[in-house]
């Protein structure tokens, strides 16, 4: 059974900093695309960060660049979201995806539509 499992979600101030842990199970996080998204309240899910595998190319969304970090420990099947310089735009619920199946555009890593893998989230609020 595929499971992700994200942690390291928590409240920090403006200005803070937060790292994200997205850890698989049942998969190999190395094999596929993988990414965060997130969702704020009464908001569609939008990409934050994406590893596109056939190349290795990092993808971030425009607001987060040069604050966000994305990376992957493929010994500990893990994926991470360094996130610095945080402000309260970017609270929300995080999600880390995979995208495992093969029917799946595997040409493009921010488009929550070519996921079938998620994990539950984790809540990051940062207060002003």
Do not use: H
């Not at 056939?54 to 971030?60: E, I, L, N, T």
Request: hydrophobic residues 25%; glycine residues 10%; aromatic residues 10%.
């Amino acid at each position: 059974e595929v499971q992700l499992a994200e942690s390291g979600g928590g409240s920090v101030p403006d200005g803070g900093s937060l790292t994200l842990s997205c850890t698989a199970s049942g998969v190999t996080l190395d094999d596929y695309n993988i990414g965060w998204f997130r969702q704020a309240p009464g908001k569609e899910r939008e990409g934050v960060s994406c590893i596109r595998r056939s190349d290795g190319r990092k993808y971030y969304e425009d607001s987060v660049k040069g604050r966000f970090a994305i990376s992957s420990d493929n010994a500990k099947n893990t994926l991470y979201l360094q996130m610095n310089n945080l402000n309260p735009l970017d609270t929300a619920v995080y999600y880390c995806a995979a995208s495992t199946d093969s029917g799946l555009d595997q040409s493009v890593c921010w488009d929550p539509d070519e996921y079938d893998r998620w994990g539950q989230g984790t809540q990051v609020t940062v207060s002003s």
